[in-house]
């Protein structure tokens, strides 16, 4: 039997902070003042809003990983982007679902994220709500991670399988994080509630098959081969990296 160990949802959600950067979500304004919130970066900056800022806060980011990973082609970095941002969502929220019993509500409208900043000071909540852990998916799957994929597929010629691939794959590498972190700490009931709620993830179509179930090595690849120096990750479905294709002359 396990024991289910709760932790109160703080207004601060300093109980995140101990899983590692990640899993971090800073709470009110950040020092560099008002942020855009996700959905108003995904719909595009509008006139008299914090987008402004960046101009197209999506394409502001695409633009800075392109130029900090060296990318040969926008969807390397869109890739890379997307799954940096996916792997962000599934820490926080199944994070504080596993270790808390409990959900901070990431409405787009209550998320900031600062394009220009890494992790843990690129994501900002306005307000801690709490929502049942039975509303994971809504939160995650269908509240954040559908809209980002088609704001980034409405400005870039990316594979949606591609990009389902990564969120499935963020998503595994979540619970590895986890998973070591109760061994770690004794905690054995985190790790087994996140391998639970992450099962029940993955029965939904857009997760379901991005994964091998024996090997959980994703049957999709993020492309991050094609960086100067990047190799195959280690749930890639290539072995090694692939060899490009010669030109017909």
Not at 70 to 82: G, I, K, L, T
Not at 174 to 185: E, I, K, P, S
């Amino acid at each position: 039997m396990v024991l289910l160990v709760f932790v109160d949802l703080d207004p601060q959600l300093a109980a995140l902070d101990a899983l590692g950067g990640f899993f971090v979500l800073r709470v009110g304004v950040p020092p560099r003042g008002p942020l855009p919130t996700l959905a108003g970066a995904w719909a595009g900056p509008r006139s008299g809003t914090p987008a402004e800022v960046y101009g197209d806060p999506v394409t502001f980011r695409i633009d800075k990983v392109a130029q900090s990973i060296r990318a040969p082609e926008s969807r390397v970095a869109v890739s890379v982007a997307q799954q940096g941002l996916a792997a962000r969502f599934w820490s926080v929220a199944l994070g504080a679902a596993a270790l808390c019993g409990r959900l901070p509500d990431l409405d787009p409208e209550l998320l900031r994220w600062d394009p220009d900043a890494g992790v843990p000071d690129d994501l900002w909540l306005s307000e801690v709500r709490t929502r049942p852990v039975t509303d994971l998916d809504a939160v995650v799957r269908a509240g954040l991670l559908v809209p980002l994929n088609a704001a980034l597929r409405s400005r870039h010629r990316v594979s949606p399988r591609l990009l389902w691939g990564n969120a499935g794959s963020a998503l595994a590498g979540t619970v590895r994080q986890l998973d070591r972190w109760a061994l770690t700490h004794g905690r054995p009931d985190v790790g087994e509630r996140a391998r639970t709620l992450a099962g029940r993830l993955f029965a939904h179509p857009d997760l379901a098959g991005t994964l091998d179930p024996r090997t959980l090595r994703r049957r999709s690849c993020c492309l991050y081969y094609r960086v100067p120096g990047g190799g195959v990750c280690g749930d890639c479905c290539f072995e090694r990296p692939p060899r490009p294709v010669p030109r017909r002359t």
